[in-house]
Structures are given as C-alpha cells and as structure tokens.
C-alpha cells in the first residue's frame, strides 16, 4: 500500500506531519553539524526546506526533522552507500542499526528488522520511490529483484518498528524506503564500470538532460556475480542482470509537479529449491535458475497551495514474471493512492488519504507438491488513513494521533492505530515515545497454498508425506508495539541515538499438524500417507531489546559511527497450537547481538579511507555461528571527473555462513575485492 | 567493539569547545545559500542568457551583508550549465543581473519594476513585496523563512516552480 511518497516525507521530516510535496530529496537525518569551515559547503546542499528550518538564532545548523522525530529512523545517504562500497540494496542496508542482512548466497538475503528476518520477512515492508515491491505471494520481498543505478539512490530511509497508520498493512516490524534523486539532480552523464572476484564485472550509464520546465534522466546497467562457497563444488548461485529506467519531471507554479518513471529487468540467479512429488524419487533438491523479469511505470503528481495545505495523487502499474524451479508467479499490480494535508490552525496539521490495490495473479504449477489453487486469483487493499498532529507546547511537544483502516480479500476490517509523542525540552535533546498497533494481513501463501513435505517411507511400505492445506481463515498477525527513544547532541561533535522497544505479538503465523494422517485414496498411485497440516496463528509471544548508534566527528575530515542492537525474542505456542516447530526456529533465526563500527577519513580532498567492522552473533535455532568480519575502500580523485575505488569487502575470513540456504549445504559468503571506476561530466 | 561505544561515551566529556557561529553570519550563510537555491527553481526567459554557457549572476546592490560567504556559496556551481557568478553592485551603476539582492532598508531600484526585466528581485521584510520585489526574507521564530510575490514574478517574465513556492511562507498572487 503506498502511502509511501507521503510517508517518505513523514519519517524524513520528523514528524508525519510532513510537507506532502518534496522540494527534493536532500536528506536531513540527525546528523552531526559539521565544523564551520565545511559549513557553507553542507549549506548550499541542503533543500529549501531544510534552510527553512535552520535555526538561525543557535549555534546548531542540524536540519531538525530527524532528530526530533518520534520513530527510530536512520537514513542512509548516497554518499554512505557510495563509501561503504555496497554494490546491492541488500548490501547498503548493513549501514542501519538494528537491521539484520544476513546474505544466503550470492543472489539471495534475509533481512529483518528487530527480529523475524526470513529469506522474505514476512514483517517488513519495502518500498522504492513510492512503489511497494513487498509481495503478498509468500508475504515479504525478493531483495534479488530489487534494484536500481546505486548512484541514483538518494537516501533509503529505515524506520525500525512499526508503521501502521502512514505505512502499512505489513509494516509490522520495519519500514524500508528506497528514495532515488530526482533528474534535476542528475543532470549530466554518468559512466561507472566495476570488476573483481566475486563482482565479475557490472556497468552502468546513466544520461540527464534537461528543457524549461522539464528534468529527465534514463540509465541502463547490467552485472555479472560469481557464484559464493560451496563445500561440495555444487557452485549454483551466479547471477547476471541487466536494468533500465527513467525519470522525469515537469514542475511548474500553477500546475504542480508532475513525475513519470519507471523500469524494466530481466536477470537469472542461480539457486537451489527443494521440490516434492508423489512418485519417486518423492524428494529432491533442483538446481538451476531463477528467471526474474518485470517492467513497471508510476505517476505522480503533487500540489503545495500554501504551507500546509498539499495534496497528492499517484497511480502506478507494476508487473513481475518471477519463475523458480519448484514454483511461478505472474502478477500485475494497479495501484492508485490520494494524499492530502490540510492545517486548519496553528494547532493541528491533518492528513488523510485513501488507496486501492488490485493484483492480478497467475501461479502455473512446477512441481506437484507445491501447487496454488485457484491458479488465476486477484487480490485486493483498499485503505484509509486520518491523522492528526498537534502541537501541544510550540516547537517542544508534538502528539501524533492516527489511525489506519484497510480492508483485504484476506481480511475484514482491520484498524492499525497509533500515537507519538515529541517532546524537545532543549534543542540538544530530544524524547519520544510510541504506541503502535499494527497488522500482517494473510497471503497467498496461507490462504491458497498446498504444499507437500515429504516425511519418508512408514514400515508398512507407504511413502507419507505432510500436506500443508489452504487455510481460509488464516487471521492478520497482530502487534501491539511500545517504543521509547532518545537523542542527545554532546558538544558539536557527538550524536547519541538510543531506541528501546517491547512489541507483543499474536496470532503468528506456525504451521501446524491438524488432524489424523490419512491415505489420499482419489490421487492417482502409487498410494501414499498424507499427515494434513496447516499454517495457522498458533504463536505470541514479545521482542524486547534496543539499538543506540553513536556518531562523533573528531575533525572535519573523519567521522566515525558504531552501533550496538540487542533483541530478545520470545515465542510460545497457544494452548490450541499443534505448531511442528515454528517458535524455535524464529527465536533462533536473528541475532541476539549485533555490532558495526565505522570509519570515514578523507586524506586533503584526493583520496577517501572507508573501513567498517560488523559482529553478528549465532543463529542458534538455525545452527549459524556467530561472525564478524570488516570491509575496507580507497577512493581516489583524479583530474578530468575521474574516480578510481578499490573495494574489499568480508575480509577477515575467506568465506563464512550467514543464514541457512534453501537447498543443499549452507553457502559460504566469499571475500571479495573489486576496483571501480567513474566517471561524470 | 563495545570498547569502541565507551570510548565514544567517556569522549563526550573532553570534548573541545566547537566553534560557535555568531548569529548574523549564520542568518546571512543561510540566506547565501537560499539565493544558491533559488536559482535552480527559477525558469528565466531564453533571451536573458547571451549563450548557453553564459554566466548565472547573483548581485549584491550596496553594502554586502554576506562577506565572502557568498562567493564561496557559489563557487564551483552552476544551474542548467550557466556558471554562477557574484557581483557587487551600485544602484547607479546597474549591471547585468539575473538574481538582485537589495539588503534590508534599501528602496527597489525603479528599473528593476519594470517589465519585463528578467531579474529575480530578493529583498528582506513584507514591504519589499508592496514595492515590487519577487522574494523577501523574513525571520520567522528564528528560521530564515521567505514570502513570494507571483504577480512580480510574472511582471518580471519569470516563472517560478511549484517547490520553490511550496516552502514560501506565503505567496501574493
């Protein structure tokens, strides 16, 4: 559901309460302010509306919005993406705390935010440039189907916890906003070509020009990666891809702003996927390919009347052709969303909005045991949302209060309400506060889906197999989330972020066993044992923990960040739940522990020095042991708009295991170094 | 690495008193860089640039509130490929402008009503808009904040975009 363009601007300006229409996507997170002699060259980057919101009276030049904002949000700015070397979305994520991206193999991630993380994550919704790429096929996204030119990337924006009344359904645990720049700021030509080890090689070419009132840009890219460690030689995992896409733009006084953009990719990644059938061999694992493909358009256009008072409209249509070994999954997505703004007083500044969804989908049985009925469905999400922010004591105290109402093909109506609280006793410090409800409305995974396990041979001869049957009256999974959060401004020199949250769950998705084993006697032979199963809401339970993420700039010219995330995550069963082993495996599949440390130094205005260091601890119930590793980059400036980067990254080991893999053993992640050249003009 | 958050925490206490801007060269940095910024949400007429590489000028009329604040505000940009360039300037000795900033208790030069002069006219306080002037600067709770004049702008043969005119803090139409 995306309400996302609006929600964009909501988490970047710290309140949700947001301009509804961008000036452009300069980002302002709390950040340190720098030191004066870089000030009038951090000045002139800033927006219209970040100047508008310096305060001139103070020493203090931060753009306020993130550090008075009552989520726990941390954006990752380009130049971030562009120093840490990431080469993939998934990748760039590893820079926020309290996010856990651990990589299965070379095409392929689990990535949850304060617990829950899966090869999908059912919990986390994703959106890039307004777009929802969060599918409702098995709930959760293919981080190996998203992706853009990394040097158009403006900011991704990462809110930990739930967004339910501006995003959502399904932002349950988190919020990832991909936010590319807009073609004024891509004006020019872009040529960046990059090769090593494991990043065989990948190009990218990117063009903007520009007439009157009109911005455009178009790019293509295309890559080759190697395939990762496999202790049996069984090296399935290379991916190639290629992408193109544009942007464009018309603004003018009276009419607004208008954006057209879209993309189109095809790529195959290597993969492994367990497939079962009721003859023999019953089952096996595949290797091959996963054959990705999609083309996708959106609209939009937005309108400033005067402080306050916006509005904006946008439609977009989204096609995937996604086809695995053991499965397919063709779908179209018209998706339109209404926004407006509206400030009736000095007091209150109200938003409300409304969106539809209709998904076309098509699921062509691969292999028998994993079959979706019907083939040829359509989902739907229709939504609404009010909100109101007040302004409690001016400039000191802010209430948010909202709440979200959706309606699903899977779900009745289901409200996600929610309530903030800013409050700034000193223009260093900043204190909120949070109450969430939010929902995961049920996929096709639950609702439509039968899929066979095989369990082996009984001594009578049978060959029995767990049948997971289609459970219409699978509920949305329930949050109720409590945050608290902290920032201090020490000095000018020391940003302190601390988020601390309890989130209570119920009605989690387990699979369970449902009645007695049967003999399926109207299925063609041979004869086989079916032990009938379900996915259910049989779990609750609570994650606590908290993430604090210090920055301090010594000098102008280095800047060192950490960060620390700390999760607890307990499950139990309901007394009605025959769950098969769900709990232990979630408990068990993020970190308990996770810690980075980063480094950025420039060296005179020549040459960059990167180097980060992360620490993940053991995904017990997954049997992966902990790890750390580091990365490291030097980046020279050369005459002519030339720059030449060496990148290396996992260095501390020569492989090692970050998450189980669908099929097969465990991959291990290879050390890689690749050098990069680009060049602008 | 938790070594690493304790020696940022005990760090906070020794820290170096930072610099601390005074409050007016701050306002005027800020201001510098807002004249920066508008010049990229501001569509000029085709005839008012001699080539397509010709410079961009910002003109300061009389005494410069700015110092070199401005000039290395400006230095290295451009907009749509004109270079931007700072000029100080004398109302009696007018130059060619496409951005006039006419500092506070200043009259608007006459020239610079007329029409269509092609000159984005930035001034300071509610009375340079009822004199003709396109943008003034105001201070609003100790944000610099900005008011637009549309019907100046049109007169002037300017066209402003719609996010230039959504941060305005309001506009005269």
Known sequence: ????????????????????????????????????????????????????????????????????????????????????????????????????????????????????????????????????????????????????????????????????????????????????????????????????????????????????????RVYAKAFADAHDYHSNGNNYDAWRSAQTGFRAEWSDGTRGTFTLQGDGYVEKAGEGAGAVSYTPPYSQNLFGYEYLSGVNILGRWQKAFSEGNDVQVQAYVDRTNHRELNLADYRTTYDVDYLQRIKPDKRDTISFGLGGRVVSIDDPIVVSGLTFTPIHRTDQLYTGFFQDEISLVPERLTLTVGTKLLHTNFAQFEPEPSARLAWTPTRTQTIWSAFTHAVRTPSDAEENFTLSGYVGQTPSGLQAFAAFLPNINFAPEQLNGYELGYRQLIGKTVLADFAGFFNHYHDLFDEELITDTFSESDAPPPLHLLLPAQFRNGLLGHTTGFEIAPEWRPTKFWRLRGSYSYLDLVLQKSPTSGDLGTAPSIEGGSPKHEVMAGSAFDVGGAIQLDFSYRYVSALGGLGIPAYSTADARIAWRLPNHLELSLNGQNLLQAHHVEYVADAGPNVGIDRSVYLRVTWTK | MLLFLLAAALVCDSLPAGFVASSASLEYNVKAAFLLNFTRFVDWPPATFTGSDSPLTICILGDDPFGRAIDQIAEGESTNRHKITVERIRADQPKSCQVLYIPSGKPLPAAFIATPSAVLTVGEGEDFLRQGGIIAFALDNGHVRFDVNLKAASNAGLKLSSKLLSVARSIER
Request: proline share 4%.
């Open chain 1, 1 to 216: 559901m995306s309400v996302s363009e609006f929600a964009r601007f909501a988490c970047r300006r710290l309140s949700i309460l947001a301009l509804l229409v961008a000036i452009h996507p300069e980002v302002s997170r709390a950040r340190l302010p720098d030191n004066d002699a870089d000030d009038l060259v951090k000045l002139k980057k800033l927006s219209l509306e970040e100047l508008s919101r310096i305060d001139v009276t103070t020493p203090s030049k931060e753009p306020e919005s993130a550090f008075r904002s009552p989520f726990a949000i941390y954006v990752i700015t380009s130049e971030d993406i562009h120093r840490s070397g990431a080469t993939s979305i998934p990748e760039a994520l590893r820079l926020a705390p309290g996010v856990e991206v651990e990589r299965i193999d070379s095409n392929r991630w689990s990535i949850g935010i304060r617990g829950f993380g899966t090869r999908l994550t059912r919990s986390v919704l994703v959106l890039i440039d307004g777009r929802e790429v969060y599918t409702t096929l098995f709930a959760g996204t293919y981080w190996e189907a998203q992706d853009t030119d990394m040097m158009d990337i403006d900011h991704i924006e990462v809110i930990r916890g739930p967004g339910g009344v501006i995003w959502g359904p399904n932002a349950v645990d988190g919020v990832i906003n991909v936010i590319t720049k807009s073609s004024k700021e891509t004006q020019g030509l872009l040529v960046s070509a990059l090769g090593g080890n494991m990043d065989l090689g990948s190009a990218t070419i990117r063009y903007g020009g520009a007439s009157g009132d009109f911005d455009y």
